[in-house]
């Protein structure tokens, strides 16, 4: 059946009613010539008040530029965009929107923007990726949270400082792997408190923590050496109730310009295992009440 010219312009009007997708058109000045019901409902706004608005009324600030880059690319000269830009709200839900923008009229100009809601796919994808970065036993990021961190920082002068723990094996092989859980989640909130909150604290494995400490020329690592040894010295209490306790070694290196993250890494695990073998040495040699005391 072929649809009469009429008959085809209403379809389209309850077409473009009707349609869960969002669509948009703008005009050569970068303004709305047309919004149809879903778009307006998603942004909480009336049709009057987005009609004739400038673009940026669309988007949230951050993503004013994009949008405004594929607007222009489609009018000066044709090009298509495809991008994922966050719809602007009167709620501020973040509804995160994947668009398809291309010019179907030249003169005057005019501007077709698709768009689909893929928020609940982009909370998925968050989630998971949430997940691929964080240890699920402590809740601070793991190795590969850790290798973006450092290459975040590659050649800034930040310092990498690696700590190990000091009896941890005995603590899990005595009271059992509870026990030993129970310890590493408390190490991690001691470590987190004790650093500033623009230092990055992860769990590598084990009873292995890498700290991130940003570049800052009053920084005073012996201090924050004695801080960390403090945090980690105090007594622990496990379930159980078990009291315990562990010591810590602590190795240091700069990321320095040039310097590859993964070299550092292990520069400051090797510095970490020098403290370690001296104070293995040191401890053999001393009266059970003294290696106590140090630990």
């Not at 009873?207 to 920084?219: K, N």
Request: a negative charge; one cysteine or more; glycine letters at 8%.
């Amino acid at each position: 059946m072929t649809l009469a010219p009429t008959e085809l312009g209403l379809f389209a009007a309850r077409l473009w009613q009707a349609t869960d997708a969002f669509v948009l058109f703008f005009d050569e000045s970068e303004r709305v010539l047309a919004a149809n019901a879903a778009v307006c409902a998603a942004m909480g706004a009336d049709e009057v008040n987005v009609i004739g608005a400038d673009a940026d009324v669309v988007v949230v600030p951050r993503e004013v530029p994009d949008l405004r880059r594929a607007l222009r690319g489609a009018i000066r000269s044709g090009l298509s965009s495809a991008l994922e830009l966050e719809l602007s709200t009167t709620d501020n839900q973040r509804r995160s929107v994947a668009w398809s923008i291309s010019r179907i009229s030249e003169s005057p100009a005019v501007v077709a923007a698709i768009g689909v809601d893929v928020t609940a796919r982009r909370n998925e994808l968050d989630v998971l990726r949430s997940r691929s970065v964080t240890d699920e036993l402590t809740g601070l990021p793991n190795r590969a949270g850790l290798v973006e961190q450092l290459a975040t920082h590659a050649g800034s002068g930040a310092t990498v400082v690696f700590c190990d723990l000091n009896g941890f094996k005995a603590i899990n092989d005595t009271h059992g792997h509870a026990a030993g859980d129970a310890v590493l989640v408390q190490i991690g909130r001691r470590l987190t408190r004790t650093v500033r909150g623009e230092d990055f604290v992860a769990r590598l494995g084990g009873d292995e923590f890498v700290i991130v400490v940003p570049p800052d020329p009053h920084s005073d690592f012996e201090a924050l050496a004695r801080r960390l040894l403090r945090a980690t010295d105090q007594p622990l209490i496990l379930p159980g109730p078990i009291v315990a306790s562990v010591g810590m070694s602590i190795g240091m290196a700069t990321l320095e310009a040039g310097a590859d993250p993964a070299t550092v890494l292990t520069i400051a695990d090797q510095n970490m295992y020098l403290m370690k073998s001296r104070r293995t040495t040191h401890t053999t040699a001393m009266p059970d009440a003294e290696d106590a005391a140090l630990r």
